[in-house]
């Protein structure tokens, strides 16, 4: 269980203090805005949660966990609205697909209600990954043997 923390101006002195702004997220990593009171706060495991008026809704804003290959640095990853969002709806999304760790970046609409979007999506480039990096098992060169046989 996660908190999700801001900076806010100290009264007493200057500079920044931090304070909590809500509680009960599962691994947050990214808070944005769309442009309104809203925060959005995206769930590594593929939820992307609503802070609003100060508490955190109930509903998910959009759950795609069944689609997301989530642990360590994988997971849904990244957020971001269409500048014309307001009237048209449209956001963005980049996450580890489920079963094969491959990269997938890939557009859904908000619904009828403004807290919800369309689980409808539409995906815009999926990048295969050979053996991820992200977990940690694929082994890296130094600079130092680059470009040197390893026999």
Not at 15 to 24: M, R
Not at 115 to 120: F, H, I, R, V
Request: glycine letters at 10%; charged letters at 20%; one cysteine or more.
């Amino acid at each position: 269980m996660w908190a999700l923390w801001t900076a806010a101006p100290a009264l007493a002195q200057p500079g920044i203090a931090l304070g909590p702004v809500a509680a009960g997220l599962e691994s947050p990593l990214y808070v944005t805005h769309a442009g309104d009171d809203r925060l959005f706060v995206l769930e590594q495991p593929g939820c992307i949660r609503i802070v609003q008026g100060g508490r955190l809704l109930e509903a998910p804003f959009l759950d795609i966990t069944r689609r997301v290959l989530a642990g360590g640095e994988r997971g849904l990853l990244g957020l971001a609205f269409h500048p014309e969002y307001r009237k048209n709806g449209r956001f963005f999304v980049d996450y580890t697909r489920e079963p094969d760790g491959a990269t997938v970046v890939a557009e859904y609409r908000v619904s009828g209600d403004p807290n919800a979007a369309a689980t409808d999506e539409r995906v815009l480039l999926v990048v295969a990954q050979r053996r991820s990096a992200r977990t940690g098992t694929a082994s890296c060169t130094s600079s130092a043997t680059r470009g040197r046989s390893t026999d």
